[in-house]
């Protein structure tokens, strides 16, 4: 069994920067990759960021030159920074994890999530 909590959401402005954390627990979960998506009202879960616990990352094309994710394996931690910030950005961001590598975009493939986090980019 594996739990994911999300922290770090909130409110900023267009052009802000956050930073939104995923700690995890469970059994060797250095071994689950770690992945960020984001539901926005009214639309499909989409797929943002995902991290190996060999730290390679993955990106959606629509985010790549703004978001970064990373990993601090000793935390047990993922991250995702998000910059330049959109009113577009608004949405619920969750973390998830799963225990086979492949394919990382699919949300279908994740076994475990958070409960999510609220960002929302307003001015």
């Known amino acids: 069994q594996v739990q994911l909590v999300e922290s770090g959401g909130e409110s900023v402005r267009p052009g802000g920067s956050l930073r939104l954390s995923c700690a995890a627990s469970g059994r060797n979960i250095n071994d689950y990759v770690l992945g960020w998506f984001r539901q926005a009202p009214g639309k499909e879960r989409e797929f943002l960021a995902a991290?190996?616990?060999?730290?390679?990352?993955y990106y959606a094309d629509s985010v790549l030159d703004r978001f970064t994710v990373s990993r601090v394996n000793a935390k047990n931690t993922a991250y995702l920074r998000m910059d330049n910030l959109k009113p577009e950005d608004t949405a619920v961001y969750y973390c998830?994890?799963?225990?086979?590598?492949?394919?990382?975009?699919?949300?279908?493939?994740?076994?475990?999530w958070g409960q999510g986090t609220q960002v929302t980019v307003s001015s």
């Open positions: 998830a994890a799963k225990s086979v590598s492949l394919p990382v975009r699919s949300s279908s493939s994740y076994d475990y």
């Open positions: 991290i190996t616990g060999g730290l390679t990352p």
